[in-house]
């Protein structure tokens, strides 16, 4: 007669709870956090392996100070409150050049979508908010490091910037945020367009207008009635003026400056977090 089958070794107490009890979820202060690192570190990972995107991307902001700002610097005929153009122009040019990296970063969220990966984080736990803040402050990372590759081709150029360590860091935060709200607009309207073919032409058609129709060029005491009130709504004023204070000590309003920005994130994270469940379909 053969012998009885052993009897599975018994599971430990430990071994039951482990099973039973299901893992504790993190609360919302600690998950948002969380994925937005997870984000950040995600991009950096990015540029860590291909560097080329920054390469290409310093070509453009060269090009605007080299050219532009020398042009504009001999004539002479924008009042920049006895600065030189070149300098009046680079604070600008970074704005510029970070909005640019954002406002197509609803490219990204597409691609997602249509390999399956936006349906997959739709369904854990996170919440919209989060996932969509995350990505938004993953295209900061990359605007970061776009501003100090635009300083360090401004400061080869000879333009005087501030190189104190608490500026830099206020125009980090700037640039963050500003470049937080251009990658959720991205976002809000990829939730619309739904394709890459139209979200490439609606960024396209809006990029040059919110570029000129800010101060980033020129002051807005220069402007006309009317492409001032524009300026006034226009975030990317605020950005470019914060970083003028920041990084040449010109008169700024500070204080308006980052509250707007913060809040102009914050709607933004809120718009695209209620058109990506109609990105995702």
């Not at 599971?11 to 969380?34: D, H, I, M, Q």
């Not at 860590?48 to 005929?77: C, K, M, S």
């Not at 251009?182 to 809006?206: H, K, N, P």
């Amino acid at each position: 007669m053969s012998a009885a089958p052993a009897a599975p070794p018994p599971a430990s107490a430990e071994g039951r709870g482990l099973l039973l009890t299901p893992p504790r979820s993190r609360p919302a202060w600690r998950l948002v956090p969380a994925r937005v690192a997870a984000m950040c570190v995600v991009e950096l990972q990015k540029l860590r392996h291909d560097r080329t995107e920054l390469y290409t991307r310093a070509i453009q902001p060269a090009l605007w100070l080299v050219i532009f700002g020398e042009t504009f610097n001999r004539i002479n005929v924008i009042p920049t409150g006895g600065i030189p153009y070149r300098d009046y122009l680079a604070p600008g040019i970074i704005a510029q050049s970070t909005m640019f990296i954002a406002i197509f970063y609803g490219i990204h969220i597409i691609w997602e979508r249509d390999s399956g990966v936006l349906t997959k984080l739709l369904v854990t736990p996170t919440p919209r908010a989060a996932l969509v803040a995350g990505k938004a402050f993953a295209a900061g990372v990359k605007a970061i490091v776009q501003a100090f590759v635009v300083l360090v081709i401004a400061a080869l150029l000879g333009v005087t910037l501030s190189w104190n360590p608490l500026r830099l860091l206020g125009m980090i935060v700037v640039v963050v945020l500003g470049s937080a709200f251009f990658a959720c607009l991205s976002v809000t309207i990829a939730g619309i367009a739904r394709t890459r073919d139209r979200l490439m032409g609606i960024g396209q058609a809006i990029t040059m207008p919110l570029f000129f129709a800010s101060n980033a060029l020129y002051p807005t005491a220069s402007m006309p009635d009317w492409l001032r009130v524009i300026s006034a709504i226009n975030p990317l004023s605020y950005e470019v003026d914060a970083l003028r204070g920041l990084l040449l000590g010109t008169p700024a309003n500070l204080p308006l400056d980052f509250a707007v920005l913060v809040v102009a994130a914050a709607l933004g994270i809120t718009a695209a977090s209620a058109l990506l469940g109609r990105l995702a379909r």
